[in-house]
Every structure is written in structure tokens, then in C-alpha cells.
């Protein structure tokens, strides 16, 4: 890694929502899975520059330029009684890599958990991605064998939401 003074790492802005959708395809494209990207424009600007957007984005700049982003929100530990940061997305391009901005939004998102008051900073990575969990397990995080993630999603989700109990959703 060759170490840059010029990082920086700042909230993701309205005005960078093409460059969010690009890292998002890049991303995709990298994880083999391009064609299950739905994200638009207007869903990212409804989701993430909302009035109490519930997601949160950070860009990271090489010598002013974009080159790097990370997508991430705030849970919830039952067992901690205290707040968590979960990491969905860490992108750097690939022209950027080795350069260290992976590391220093992982940096900046771990100052944000400790000064929120988070019990924990998670995310996942895909299990072939042995260039990121070499990453990973290089500054002493830990992989979480004894869970296995679970999804609903598409027309599974809908059904599901649809049969049962009736709810209403806001929870009023």
C-alpha cells in the first residue's frame, strides 16, 4: 500500500449521486453480479438525501477526485443494548487500489462507531473475495462463522409480507 496525504473523506452529497451509481455498477461488476443492480437516481436520492435518510454514504477523494466510496447505516445489538455501524458497501476503484483509501474509510467509519457510541462495526464479504478478507483480517477483524445471513427479497418478500397477522407496518 502506498499511503497518500491527499485522502479525503467526506459525506456524499446530492451533486454526487451519478458517481454513487457508478461505484454501485463497479461494484457489482466486481462481485459478478451487475445485472441485479436496480438502484436509479431518484431511488438514491430518495433514500439517501431524503429529509431522515436511514442510509448513509461517504465518499473518498484522491487529490480531489472521487475514488472510493462506502454505503452504511446504523443497527442494533439486543445482547449490547447499544447501536452498531453496519458497512454495506466498500468500493475503491480499481485504479485506485494499493493506495490506501479502503483503509482510511474503514478508519473513518470506525471513528463514527466510537464517537456514536456503537458496540460494533460489521460487514460482510463475500467468501471468494480473498484479496478483502486478507484486508480485513490485516488490521484484526474477524470473520462471524456461526451466523449464517438470510434474505428475503423480490417476490418471496412481498408474499411473505402479505400472508399472516395483519399489521400495520409503521407499527401504530
Same mark, same amino acid.
Given at each position: 500500500?502506498?499511503?497518500?496525504?491527499?485522502? #479525503?473523506?467526506?459525506?456524499?452529497?446530492?451533486?454526487?449521486?451519478?458517481?454513487?451509481?457508478?461505484?454501485? @455498477?463497479?461494484?457489482?461488476? *466486481?462481485?459478478?453480479?451487475?445485472?441485479?443492480?436496480?438502484?436509479?437516481?431518484?431511488?438514491?436520492?430518495?433514500?439517501?438525501?431524503? #429529509?431522515?435518510?436511514?442510509?448513509?454514504?461517504?465518499?473518498?477523494?484522491? !487529490?480531489?477526485?472521487? !475514488?472510493?466510496?462506502?454505503? =452504511?447505516?446504523? #443497527?442494533?445489538?439486543? =445482547?449490547?443494548?447499544?447501536? /452498531?455501524?453496519?458497512?454495506?458497501?466498500? *468500493?475503491?476503484? &480499481?485504479?485506485?487500489? $494499493? @493506495?490506501?483509501? $479502503?483503509?482510511?474509510?474503514?478508519?473513518?467509519?470506525?471513528?463514527?462507531?466510537?464517537?456514536? /457510541?456503537?458496540? @460494533?462495526?460489521? =460487514? #460482510?464479504?463475500? &467468501? =471468494?473475495?480473498?484479496?478483502?478478507?486478507?484486508? *480485513?483480517?490485516?488490521?484484526?477483524?474477524?470473520?462471524?462463522?456461526?451466523?449464517?445471513?438470510?434474505?428475503?427479497? $423480490?417476490?418471496?418478500?412481498?408474499?411473505? !409480507?402479505?400472508?399472516?397477522?395483519?399489521? &400495520?407496518?409503521? /407499527?401504530?
Amino acid at each position: 500500500m502506498i499511503p497518500d496525504t491527499s485522502i #479525503n473523506i467526506r459525506p456524499a452529497t446530492v451533486e454526487d449521486i451519478d458517481t454513487i451509481l457508478r461505484f454501485i @455498477r463497479e461494484l457489482a461488476d *466486481y462481485e459478478r453480479a451487475l445485472d441485479a443492480v436496480e438502484a436509479t437516481p431518484e431511488r438514491l436520492r430518495a433514500t439517501l438525501f431524503c #429529509n431522515r435518510p436511514r442510509v448513509h454514504c461517504s465518499i473518498a477523494e484522491l !487529490a480531489g477526485e472521487p !475514488a472510493g466510496f462506502a454505503v =452504511w447505516f446504523f #443497527n442494533y445489538s439486543t =445482547w449490547l443494548g447499544l447501536h /452498531g455501524l453496519f458497512l454495506e458497501d466498500l *468500493y475503491v476503484t &480499481d485504479a485506485m487500489r $494499493g @493506495r490506501g483509501l $479502503g483503509k482510511a474509510l474503514l478508519q473513518h467509519l470506525a471513528k463514527l462507531a466510537v464517537a456514536s /457510541g456503537c458496540g @460494533r462495526f460489521e =460487514w #460482510n464479504v463475500l &467468501d =471468494w473475495n480473498r484479496p478483502a478478507i486478507d484486508f *480485513y483480517e490485516s488490521f484484526g477483524a474477524q470473520p462471524q462463522s456461526e451466523w449464517v445471513g438470510y434474505r428475503l427479497s $423480490g417476490e418471496a418478500l412481498r408474499a411473505f !409480507a402479505a400472508s399472516g397477522v395483519e399489521s &400495520d407496518p409503521d /407499527g401504530s
